[in-house]
């Protein structure tokens, strides 16, 4: 016997909102499991994966980001292929969400340097080493026991900004798993069942 669908996840329009508004509150609280995501791109040839902190997300512009070191392999990808992938996962709510989009870089403007000022300068640490992430370098060159200085490191402080137009929902439960595709279509979301 079927069990009865819940509102929740039977209607396409509610999934794709419900999604949003999850992601508007991970960028917010640090304790969300979305708070973490996974960032994706095609860079030297390869998969390039790795964990940001969401910074912020966007219902109305479709637009999420994080903070990143202007010197980070990242960038360099990025002005080659601007198609970013976004992996969200919340184990306890058994939810998957994959959103996809064009990445650009925001540095030395007003929104970095409110950026900066509203807390990203207690990164200062990371931004302002001479050394660029990835690159070679001694461990005695890794330990830092300056103070933090808000005054320096905005100089590499960049934001990465990409507007989603394709996501994936997963919703994987026992009484029959849920997954969706949602496309943006220019004025709206246009969704669609698919096979989990
Ligand atoms: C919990 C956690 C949070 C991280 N947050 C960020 C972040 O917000 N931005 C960032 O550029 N790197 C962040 N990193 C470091 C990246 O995973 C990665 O090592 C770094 O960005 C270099 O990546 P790239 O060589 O692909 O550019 C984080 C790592 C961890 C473990």
Redesign the pocket.
């Known amino acids: 016997m079927k069990h009865p669908v819940t509102p929740e996840i039977s209607n396409l329009d509610n999934v794709v909102a419900d999604q949003w508004t999850n992601l508007m509150l991970a960028a917010k609280d640090r304790h969300h499991p979305w708070h973490?995501p996974t960032?994706a791109?095609v860079?030297d040839g390869i998969a390039?994966?790795?964990?940001?902190?969401?910074?912020s997300a966007d219902a109305e512009s479709r637009v999420v980001s994080?903070?990143?070191?202007s010197r980070?392999?990242?960038?360099a990808?990025l002005e080659a292929d601007p198609n970013f992938s976004w992996h969200f996962y919340d184990r306890d709510a058994k939810v998957q969400l994959r959103a996809y989009g064009r990445a650009w870089v925001q540095q030395n403007d007003a929104l970095t340097h409110e950026r900066w000022l509203a807390g990203a300068w207690r990164s200062a640490q990371?931004y302002r080493t001479p050394i660029a992430?990835?690159a070679d370098c001694q461990v005695e060159d890794l330990d830092v026991d300056e103070p933090l200085d808000p005054a320096t490191g905005e100089e590499h402080f960049a934001v990465?900004a990409c507007e989603i137009n394709e996501i994936d929902w997963l919703f994987l439960r026992v009484e029959g798993h849920r997954r969706a595709r949602f496309s943006w279509s220019g004025t709206a979301w246009q969704g669609q069942w698919i096979a989990p």
């Open positions: 973490t960032l791109n860079g390039q994966v790795r964990t940001v902190v969401l910074r994080c903070h990143t070191d980070s392999p990242k960038i990808q990371c992430p990835g990465l």
